[in-house]
């Protein structure tokens, strides 16, 4: 089996577990899974390291105008997240990259860029729960959804509600794609899922 590749975009002032929530999952799933089936990636949009909330640093695989194709698309969101809504050449990309992936996927705020590139035109999604108006706004054919982890619509895309959400979609789609055992292994290394 030749693993699937996962891009995840990298940019400033992106929310740490946005960004290494789903890294974590595919990851895993690809170390543990049979016949390792992802292989990840991070992709930025400059130069050097990219920093996160709290000062999390990324230095990313691939620049945007070198990345290779990917299989799937995640887009972590936060404070950053808002600087790429006016982003012609990010929006673009994820534009372009989303008419080719097998699954698009956002986590958190991550949807605002969906939204602001037109891929949840007509489409239900959810995102952060202070930024539901904001979606609504932004991309006012977009059914908002409140109240779930994360939302598919179309066979393709997934948007996850905020920060620990994003684990639980990516968790979803290794499921979808792979095996329940190769789930199951990924859930029982991470621990996830504990309640205190």
Known sequence: MTPRTVAILAFDDMEVLDFAGPYEVFNVAGELGDGRPFDVFSVGLKPGPTVGRGGFTVLPTYLLDD????????????????????????????????GEVEMLISVCTGALVLGAAGLLEDRPATTHHDSFDELAALSPTTTVVRGQRFVRSAERVLTSAGVSAGVDCSLHVVRLLTDQRTHDVAVAEMEWGWRS
């Open 67 to 98: 990345a290779p194709p990917s299989d799937l698309l995640v887009v972590p969101g936060g404070a950053g997240a808002r600087a790429l809504l006016d982003d012609d050449r990010v929006l673009s990309w994820v534009r372009d990259r989303a």
